[in-house]
């Protein structure tokens, strides 16, 4: 089981930036996907962008390209999301998520659409004049 834990949402205006950070423990695995994640209340929650850490293939959501990076720091274990050009429809909770693949070979557009069991608490992001 992977134990993740995010952080560095905040309050920003339109227009702004934030980097969110997910550590994760507990696992040890050759590669894994993982994923970040948002959900507005009243509304689905919606993959943002995915990654699959052994060669670092990244996928995004239409809604995100050209704005927000994911990547992922495999001596810290760490999952990061910078969101740039941030707008009011980005405000959301935003989740990771992880899944050890071990060798298996794993597309970042698998990994976006992944089942995944192992998810953060979440953090939130509010972005508002």
């Known amino acids: 089981q992977v134990h993740l834990a995010e952080s560095g949402g905040g309050s920003v205006q339109p227009g702004g930036s934030l980097r969110l950070s997910c550590q994760a423990s507990?696992?040890?695995?050759?590669?894994?996907?993982m994923g970040w994640f948002r959900q507005a209340p009243g509304k689905y929650r919606e993959g943002v962008a995915a990654?699959?850490?052994?060669?670092?293939?990244?996928y995004y959501g239409d809604s995100v390209k050209g704005r927000f990076t994911i990547s992922h720091d495999n001596a810290k274990n760490t999952l990061y999301l910078q969101m740039s050009s941030l707008q009011p429809d980005d405000s959301a909770t935003y989740y990771c998520?992880?899944?050890?693949?071990?060798?298996?070979?794993?597309?970042?557009?698998?990994?976006?659409?992944?089942?995944?069991?192992?998810w953060g608490p979440g953090t939130q992001v509010t972005v508002s004049s």
């Open positions: 998520a992880a899944e050890p693949r071990g060798y298996q070979a794993t597309s970042a557009l698998e990994c976006f659409w992944y089942t995944y069991k192992n």
């Open positions: 507990g696992s040890s695995s050759s590669s894994y996907c």
């Open positions: 990654i699959f850490t052994a060669g670092g293939s990244t």
